[in-house]
């Protein structure tokens, strides 16, 4: 698996929140910083954030301290993000597509069903000055990235009743994420979308409430769905990489040393993630076996006919305010 560096973004933010006129902390005076995120501790990215939170208090010498609540147990993402944009000192865990609600629409399209061909595609997308020039754009809306080369892993599709082809998709509740981009997505796919909390997941599929979820397969196993539904339909429709975000307001309250020690820690702990999660990959797929959940693997021709399915998606772009031929200009970023 292709890793990426975002030494890059890094600069873009820390020269933002360099030039700001808001006050720096004192010098020598320590910060914790609350990390609220939907995953569970024991999932590869709950691992990676420990590991991250060790890095940094090493690195640091004590002066920046993470404080972890995993489970979604400080707050759902869009709140978290909100409190964030007012200057709270929270860091979450987020993406494109709900970057794209907070003012950036452009970087939704990288949460689209079958945007992505490889990870190399995606890693080269990462390094273009178009990812730059969107990752500033971010940061005036109030959001400065702290890493983006954090593999969250290819999306599959669980569903309680066996899904091969998108027409066994139509009229299935499926969850997504709230953001506008996932619901579209899996719209466009067929489906009857539901935005919902990771954290209600279990519970909706097992009375019925959604028929189905779609998630990496840590992410699937580690909520526990598989004791409720039964089918896994390894689809890859999104290649996700996911972020780490800060609210702008509260970096421009750190020292240039604090900052960048965070954008170093956040990565060099990315890379670690990358590492559990394609180690994951294996191991979480034959944990669903074992609780006896059919998977399926898509033929090439399968693979294409949903790729087909959701081509509708990408002729939105007037929906999501995106920008005149996005889907061309990111292709040619990525060398297609």
Known sequence: MMLTSSAAIAAVALTACSGSSAPSTAEGQPVTIQVGFENTADEPIGQAVQHWAELLEEQSDGDITLE???????????????????????????????????????????????????????????????????????DEKGLTLLASNWVYGERHLMT?????????????????????????????????????????????????????????????????????????????????????????????????????????????????????????????RQLLDDAGVAITELTDEQRAEWADAGKSFYEMGDTFGWSDDLYDVTREAMGK
């Not at 007012?86 to 907070?102: K, P, S």
């Not at 309680?160 to 981009?181: E, M, T, W, Y």
Request: hydrophobic fraction near 40%.
């Open 68 to 138: 972890l609540f995993p489970s979604s147990a400080l707050g759902s993402k869009s709140e978290l993000i909100d409190q964030m944009v007012l200057g709270e000192n929270i860091i979450t865990i987020a993406d494109g597509a709900f970057y794209a609600d907070y003012g950036v629409p452009d970087m939704g399209i990288m949460y689209g069903p079958f945007f992505f061909d490889t990870w190399d595609d995606v890693w080269t997308l990462l390094d273009s000055d178009w990812y730059a020039e969107q990752s500033g754009l971010l």
């Open 160 to 284: 309680n009743s066996p899904v091969i082809a998108p027409g066994d998709l139509r009229g299935q509740k499926i969850r997504l994420a709230n953001a506008k981009i996932y619901i579209e997505g899996f719209a466009a796919l067929g489906a009857t979308p539901v935005g919902m909390d990771l954290s209600d997941v279990y519970s909706s599929l097992q009375s019925g409430v959604i028929d189905g979820v779609e998630n990496p397969l840590s992410t699937l196993y580690g909520g526990s769905f598989q004791e409720v539904s039964k089918n896994v339909l390894l689809t890859g429709h999104i290649k996700n990489f996911t972020t780490w975000v800060a609210g702008s307001t509260f970096m421009d309250t750190l020292t240039d040393e604090q900052q960048q020690l965070l954008y170093d820690t956040a990565e060099e702990a990315g890379l670690y993630n990358n590492e559990l999660q394609e180690k994951a990959d294996v191991e979480y």
